[in-house]
């Protein structure tokens, strides 16, 4: 399993930006997709997720009402939009993916089993 996330740069307070992981190697379509992001010093942390195929979605309280995740299972892309952001978004972004399918949206990073190289993000104020 591969995953490829792309799209991270740098964005001025309140501005938007969306992220993509496109993944390859097994049926997209029954996994669910997570993102995670990562601040230097800090643990990483669980920003929103997606389930498989049906697509319903969880996020972190404090991106609620501002980023937005869905996927493509066509493409085997799933996208994080993220809108209003702030300086504290800034962040590498992590795309990810567990080892069994069809199961629940977990916030846990111990839950998933294959990682994006990550994108950065940083907001300016």
């Known amino acids: 399993v591969q995953l490829q996330a792309s799209g991270g740069g740098l964005v001025q307070a309140g501005g938007s930006l969306r992220l993509s992981c496109a993944a390859s190697g097994r049926t997209f379509s029954n996994y669910v997709m997570g993102w995670f992001r990562q601040v230097p010093g800090k643990e990483r942390e669980f920003v929103a997720g997606i389930a498989w195929i049906h697509g319903s979605t969880y996020y972190t309280d404090s991106v609620k009402g501002r980023f937005t995740v869905s996927r493509d299972n066509a493409k085997n892309t799933v996208y994080l939009q993220m809108n209003s952001l702030k300086p504290e978004d800034t962040a590498v972004y992590y795309c990810?993916?567990?080892?069994?399918?069809?199961?629940?949206?977990?916030?846990?990073?111990?839950?998933?089993?294959?990682w994006g190289q990550g994108t950065e993000l940083t907001v300016s104020s």
């Open positions: 990810a993916t567990p080892r069994m399918a069809l199961g629940p949206i977990r916030v846990g990073v111990n839950e998933y089993h294959y």
